[in-house]
């Protein structure tokens, strides 16, 4: 980083830092989704043993 200026890097590292929040922002949001749509498929087929029984 030592080649860039002051003035780049003042820009730059704003940019990067909101760059990694959002992948990491993507990240747990999709893993939170894919969660729900496991707990949802759990519960339906339970309720579907105990309708059966």
């Known amino acids: 980083m030592q080649y860039f200026s002051g003035r780049l890097r003042r820009v730059l590292f704003p940019l ?4 990694t929040a959002a992948v990491f922002y993507y990240l747990i949001d999709s893993r939170f989704d894919r969660t729900e749509k496991y707990l949802d498929d759990l519960n339906k087929k339970y309720s579907e043993t105990l309708l059966q029984e």
């Open 16 to 19: 990067m830092l909101a760059g």
